[in-house]
């Protein structure tokens, strides 16, 4: 599977962002999707994550509140909507396709990885 995704870059503290994650080569529709993130000199961390068919989400409680994921499977691609953004919302975006139909919460190599998008957030 490949996984693309885009949107990111820089906006000022308090904006809005919406990430996309386009994926191709797997029936996206059949698994679990995840967005993690990456500061410099920080270990990769779990953004938020939602189910195959889109009934069940989780987020980190730092983004609780102000981030939306979703995804739309006649598309094959998710989203994340990120909103009240923070300068420590500041990294590298990551989207990942599990092998089942829930997410990961956790980095691993059995998920398939997209390249990441960057979003700098300036206070």
């Known amino acids: 599977v490949q996984l693309q995704a885009s949107g990111g870059g820089l906006v000022q503290a308090g904006g809005s962002l919406r990430l996309s994650c386009a994926a191709s080569g797997r029936t996206f529709s059949s698994y679990g999707m995840s967005w993690f993130r990456q500061a410099p000199g920080k270990e990769r961390e779990f953004v938020a994550g939602?189910?195959?068919?889109?009934?069940?989400?989780n987020y980190a409680d730092s983004v609780k509140g102000r981030f939306t994921i979703s995804r739309d499977n006649t598309k094959n691609t998710g989203y994340l909507q990120m909103n009240s953004l923070k300068s420590e919302d500041t990294a590298v975006y990551y989207c990942?396709?599990?092998?089942?139909?829930?997410?990961?919460?956790?980095?691993?190599?059995?998920?398939?990885w997209g390249q990441g998008t960057q979003v700098t957030v300036s206070s």
């Open positions: 939602i189910s195959s068919n889109g009934g069940r989400t």
């Open positions: 990942a396709l599990a092998f089942g139909i829930y997410w990961y919460e956790k980095s691993t190599s059995d998920a398939s």
